[in-house]
């Protein structure tokens, strides 16, 4: 790929840190199919990357540890175009989103809140209220 892969604003990832690799994919292709190398297996070893800052890449190892090979390398594989090329910018989208995610800053916490007096009265009027026109539905009898 010519040009480096963007993580989250000014952050990118070096060609120098990226591992390629190609094999032959399965399924349609044509008469080629059997000689071109169409897949694309794209890894990042994010353990030893000088290219992220120290805090999103324990944030980013620490969310990806159930993907990481070894607990450190990121493994992204694309296959689904015919071309090598679309199967490598499918891959590196696909780590960048992956990256960008994982880096990510955690959400602020939610305030506990309590519902005003107003809100409650409103909740508990409607609740009367919808209770009285079920009970007025019912048979005289019972609800037989």
Do not use: C
Not at 45 to 56: G, H, M
Not at 91 to 113: D, F, H, I, N
Not at 118 to 123: A, F, H, K, T, Y
Request: cysteine-free; glycine content about 8%.
């Amino acid at each position: 790929m010519p040009e480096p892969i963007r993580v989250r604003g000014s952050v990118v990832v070096p060609d120098a840190e990226l591992v390629w690799r190609f094999s032959r994919s399965s399924g349609p292709g044509g008469q080629h199919v059997n000689t071109s190398d169409t897949q694309v297996e794209l890894r990042y070893d994010l353990a030893a990357s000088a290219a992220l800052p120290e805090v999103w890449k324990e944030r980013a190892l620490e969310r990806l540890a159930g993907r990481l090979v070894d607990g450190r390398v990121l493994v992204v594989r694309a296959s689904e175009h015919r071309s090598q090329w679309r199967n490598r910018e499918v891959a590196a989208a696909r780590l960048a989103s992956l990256l960008g995610e994982a880096t990510a800053p955690p959400p602020k916490a939610r305030r506990a809140t309590r519902p005003s007096r107003g809100m409650v009265e409103r909740r508990l009027t409607n609740k009367r209220h919808r209770s009285e026109l079920k009970q007025g539905r019912r048979s005289p009898r019972g609800g037989e």
